[in-house]
Nanobody, 126 residues
Framework: QVQLLESGGGSVQAGGSLWLSCVAS????????MAWFREAPGELREGVAA???????HYLDSVKGRFTVSGDIAKRTLFLQMDRLKPEDTAVYSC????????????????????WGQGTQVTVSS
């Protein structure tokens, strides 16, 4: 059984930075896509950023230029550098992964991912 473990969340003032990491453990499984999703209170979960096995990255429009996704899919690790954070970035951030390469806008569809972490809280105060 594959497990994804996130770390690095916390509280920061607007304009600050945080770094999230996700590491997979458990049963061997070759990922093709890994992603970060977030869910704010009262809102639907949304895709924030993703990384494909070939190094292609994807971003939610509202985080472009502020967030940077990186990692090593072969090593099943994923990171998210979040800069110039805003109060609207406050949410629980979860790591997701799948063995299938996701094309086009599919990277941001949560049901496309088989594996999920439990999430880490990110709180940005104004």
């Amino acid at each position: 059984q594959v497990q994804l473990l996130e770390s690095g969340g916390g509280s920061v003032q607007a304009g600050g930075s945080l770094w999230l990491s996700c590491v997979a453990s458990g049963a061997s499984s070759n990922f093709e896509s890994m992603a970060w999703f977030r869910e704010a209170p009262g809102e639907l979960r949304e895709g924030v950023a993703a990384l494909d096995a070939d190094g292609t990255t994807h971003y939610l429009d509202s985080v472009k230029g502020r967030f940077t996704v990186s990692g090593d899919i072969a090593k099943r690790t994923l990171f998210l550098q979040m800069d110039r954070l805003k109060p609207e970035d406050t949410a629980v951030y979860s790591c997701a992964a799948d063995e299938v390469r996701l094309y086009g806008g599919s990277w941001s569809i949560e049901y496309e991912y088989n594996y999920w972490g439990q999430g880490t809280q990110v709180t940005v105060s104004s």
